[in-house]
Nanobody, 121 residues
């Protein structure tokens, strides 16, 4: 079984920073794209940032210049460094990875359980 476990969420004041982590476990043959999504109350889930296996990254316009996505393939982990947080960044953040399990011949998307980020004074 492949599982993604997230950590790093919490309460932060506007202008503060948080670093989210998401680690995959299981017998894995490869991980392609890693990404972070978020979903605020009453809103649809949206893509925040993604990073390909070669290191190419993309960001939502709303977080460009403030967030940075990175990956550590040795640890099967993706990070999201969140700086200068704004109240509108408050949401549940979910990681997603495109993974090929060792015993399978196909790639599938796997999701983390979500971690709450609250930005408030």
């Amino acid at each position: 079984q492949v599982q993604l476990v997230e950590s790093g969420g919490g309460l932060v004041q506007p202008g503060g920073s948080l670093r989210l982590s998401c680690a995959a476990s299981g017998i894995i043959a490869g991980i392609n794209t890693m990404a972070w999504y978020r979903q605020a109350p009453g809103m649809e889930r949206e893509l925040v940032a993604s990073i390909a296996s070669g290191g190419r990254s993309n960001y939502a316009d709303s977080v460009k210049g403030r967030f940075a996505i990175s990956r550590d393939d040795a640890k099967s982990t993706v990070y999201l460094q969140m700086n200068n947080l704004k109240p509108e960044d408050a949401a549940v953040y979910y990681c997603k990875m495109q993974i090929k399990p060792y015993y399978y011949t196909t790639w599938s998307d796997y999701w983390g359980q979500g971690t709450q980020v609250t930005v408030s004074s």
